[in-house]
């Protein structure tokens, strides 16, 4: 699941919505936005976030929040390490190797860690 998905859902389930009829009201197929949720395709369109958006009244904060989820939310994500230090390299690939094993926690361990990152080098 990603980011987007999961707050898709979220939002959903705290309004009581129905997948299909978020659907309808989006004009796109149920079987889209279940592959949205559950991570099985892409990150969504500028266009149609901002269709979730109206569609459940976010604005200010919480329709920047979910424009931003959706940026993050591609599940497939490629690294370029090309001219980086062979330590970063071997990071990436132990990553890629052990991405299924890591846990929820120790995601939000390395993500507070990235956050103390210099600017500069993200």
Known sequence: MTPFGARLRELRQQRGVTLK??????????????????GRRGRPSAGLVHQVNEYFGLIWDDAEELSRLARQSHPRAVLDTAGLSP?????????????????????????????????AKR
């Open 21 to 38: 009829d978020l659907a309808a009201a989006l004009q796109v197929s149920a079987a889209y936005l279940s592959a949205l949720e559950h």
């Open 87 to 119: 330590e970063v390299t071997d990071l990436a690939n132990r990553l890629a190797r052990e991405i299924r094993q890591i846990t929820p926690e120790a995601a939000a361990a390395i993500g507070t860690v990235l956050d103390r990152l210099p600017k």
